[in-house]
């Protein structure tokens, strides 16, 4: 946690305390001006200095951090940080992120050929899904959007199961009764997607919430988009995981666009990470194109959630290389060569490819086994 600290926002939780009049005093017993507050709803102080009174606003290049293990290039920042994940641990984290980005491939085709009715790709994305389906065990439990297919693939949901879902065929549990890429998988806690956006949110902190008085050891981890964020149900989401204590991961993946509406008109504060604060909830930003990254601030809030019953929100700063759906053309509100930038420039698959061949962990024959 110590690495995270530049990059998140904390929140100490203040307990109910009896009221107390003398706190209006100051040391000589006379009325401050500066004296603690009494109000029910803050335990600030007072002050004649408005500058004081304003929260943080993202005015220029400001705002929140973003933590990450390593750059473009695949260099550590600081060599001597080291996640002991072994060799094939990460080898097992870059064939999965491969092997999504082909799966996305054959199925956007496979849409395109009129085999299936709708599909959604994770391009560019799929450090968010493996970083953070690494850090956490196989008990705790799932609530995804729509852009988390590599969470399943990385607990072992097959390419089998995966055609069967997006064909609806009569292999598929659900019977063909879900639109395409609406997974769901009980026996890898993996609940199944809902189109409506956001439902998800308010359903994980109650999950969380059982969780914790089950005991369980556990937790609950809940992907949503930047777009989702503005839903009412973020918000009764996040208020409830507070209040209520639950160990819950709101996993938000703001790759810049919901759908075809980008992040500035979306929203104006500091993103969504500078939101957690005034939930009372510990939060953290990171980049969502770094796998280690992603996988060390996850791995950090899973103990926060499962040793101190408490929620935290991360932010995957990320890049939807692909258009939202289908059923959408991404070329309408945003150009060629923004998109090319992040697909050759700074692609997760191929960063984390470059940090795997300076380890020696990576080469051509390895690429052709895989």
């Not at 308010?202 to 609950?220: S, T």
């Amino acid at each position: 946690l110590t690495m995270l600290r530049l990059c998140r926002f904390s929140f100490r939780k203040t307990r109910a305390w009896a009221f107390s009049p003398t706190r209006l005093l100051s040391s000589s017993g006379e009325p401050s001006g500066h004296e603690q507050s009494l109000y029910p709803g803050s335990k600030s102080r007072f002050s004649a200095d408005i500058a004081q009174c304003r929260p943080l606003t993202s005015d220029g290049d400001g705002g929140v951090s973003l933590y990450r293990v390593m750059d473009r290039l695949g260099q550590l920042l600081n060599p001597e940080q080291d996640l002991n994940l072994s060799e094939e641990t990460l080898l097992k984290m870059h064939k999965t992120m491969m092997l999504l980005n082909t799966a996305d491939k054959i199925l956007y085709d496979a849409q395109r050929q009129g085999r299936i009715s709708f599909y959604m790709t994770s391009f560019g994305e799929e450090a968010t899904h493996i970083g953070s389906a690494s850090a956490l065990n196989s008990n705790d439990l799932v609530y995804a959007q729509y852009r988390e297919a590599g969470v399943l693939l990385w607990r072992g949901y097959t390419l089998d199961e995966m055609m069967n879902q997006c064909y609806g065929n009569h292999l598929d549990p659900a019977k063909g009764r879900q639109m395409p890429v609406h997974y769901g998988s009980k026996e890898l806690n993996y609940h199944t997607i809902s189109s409506p956006l956001a439902t998800q949110m308010p359903q994980a902190p109650g999950a969380a919430y059982a969780l914790k008085r089950a005991q369980a050891g556990a937790c609950v981890i809940c992907y949503f988009g930047d777009g989702a964020a503005s839903e009412g149900d973020a918000h009764a989401a996040m208020n409830f995981a507070a209040t209520l204590d639950c160990p819950v991961i709101f996993f938000c993946r703001n790759n810049g666009y919901a759908i075809s509406t980008p992040t500035e008109d979306q929203y104006r504060g500091d993103g969504i990470v500078a939101r957690g604060p005034g939930y009372g909830i510990d939060s953290v930003r990171v980049d969502g194109n770094d796998v280690l990254a992603v996988y060390d601030v996850v791995r950090a809030a899973r103990e926060i959630c499962v040793k101190m019953n408490k929620p935290v929100l991360i932010e995957a700063m990320t890049y939807r290389v692909g258009h939202h759906s289908t059923s959408d053309d991404s070329s309408a509100y945003r150009s060629i060569d923004e998109v090319s930038y992040w697909d050759r420039e700074d692609h997760p698959i191929s960063r984390f490819a470059h940090y795997l061949k300076q380890r020696g962990f990576w080469d051509e024959k390895k690429r052709s086994e895989e």
